[in-house]
C-alpha cells in the first residue's frame, strides 16, 4: 500500500545554518504534497504545500523540492532559528482521494545555540 | 476565527467504558476527518467526512464511530474503550478536493489514555 517515510527522525542543526528535512512516498498517483511543523503539545501546524505539477515552492525561509522520478519531498529551512525545533511530517494525497492525507512517521529537529 | 476546537484536552477512562470526543470548526469547511497519532508513528486516519449526513472509514476504523449533522461538528465515539485505543487524537478540516487544494487546518488535539 502506499506510505509516505523519512529518511532521518532526529536532525540537529546549529542556530542559523540551513536545515533539510527529506522524505519519500511511494504512491507516483499523489497530487498534492503537504509539510507540517509540530510542537510539543500542540496539533500539526500548516508550513508549506506543492502540487505534483510543480518541482519547487518558496515560503518565508522555506523550500520545498519535489522530485517525482525518485518520489523525494525536502523541507529546506533557511537561516533555522530555535523556534523551529520541532517534530516536521509530510503528508501526501492520492489523486482523487479528498484530504485522505497519508502521513511519515516524522523527523525531529533540535536547533542548539 | 476558533480553527478547530477539541473537547476534552485530556481523557482517562477505564477499558469497556465509552465516551465522545468533540470536534468543531467555524470556517465552513466541507472536510473534516479524525486522526490518531501514537509514539513513534505518523498519524492515521480513522475516520473523515465529505459533507454533512456523509461519513466513511479510514485507515484505523475498527472501534469507533462517527456521525455528521452539522458542517461545524464531527463527533467521535469510542464504543468500548480498550488499551490500544490510548493515543493522541486529532480532528482536522478543510475544503474538500473538488474546490482545489487545500491543506487540512488540525485543532490542538485530545490525550486518551485508556487503563
Avoid at chain 2, 477505564?14 to 465522545?20: D, F, L, V, Y
Wanted: charged share 15%.
Amino acid at each position: 500500500g502506499e506510505s509516505v517515510g523519512l529518511h532521518l527522525p532526529t536532525l540537529s542543526v546549529q542556530e542559523g545554518d540551513n536545515s533539510i528535512i527529506n522524505c519519500a512516498y511511494s504512491n507516483s498517483a499523489s497530487d498534492y504534497f503537504i509539510w507540517y511543523k509540530q510542537e510539543s503539545g500542540k496539533g500539526p501546524q500548516f508550513i508549506i504545500d506543492i502540487r505534483s505539477n510543480m518541482d519547487k515552492r518558496q515560503g518565508q525561509r522555506v523550500t520545498v523540492l519535489l522530485n517525482k522520478t525518485v518520489k523525494h519531498l525536502s523541507l529546506q529551512i533557511a537561516a533555522t532559528q530555535p523556534g523551529d525545533s520541532a517534530v516536521y511530517f509530510c503528508a501526501d494525497r492520492l489523486s482523487g482521494g479528498y484530504n485522505k492525507l497519508i502521513f511519515g512517521a516524522g523527523t525531529r529537529l533540535a536547533v542548539h545555540p | 476565527n476558533a480553527g478547530v476546537t477539541q473537547t476534552p484536552k485530556f481523557q482517562v477512562l477505564k477499558t469497556g467504558q465509552s465516551m465522545t470526543l468533540q470536534c468543531a470548526q467555524d470556517m465552513n469547511h466541507e472536510y473534516m476527518s479524525w486522526y490518531r497519532q501514537d509514539p513513534g508513528m505518523g498519524l492515521r486516519l480513522i475516520h473523515y467526512s465529505v459533507g454533512a449526513g456523509i461519513t466513511d472509514q479510514g485507515e484505523v476504523p475498527n472501534g469507533y464511530n462517527v456521525s455528521r449533522s452539522t458542517t461545524e461538528d464531527f463527533p467521535l465515539r469510542l464504543l468500548s474503550a480498550a488499551p490500544s485505543q490510548t493515543s493522541v487524537y486529532f480532528c482536522a478540516s478543510s475544503y474538500p478536493r473538488g474546490r482545489g487544494y487545500s491543506p487540512l487546518h488540525f485543532g490542538n488535539g485530545t490525550r486518551l489514555t485508556v487503563t
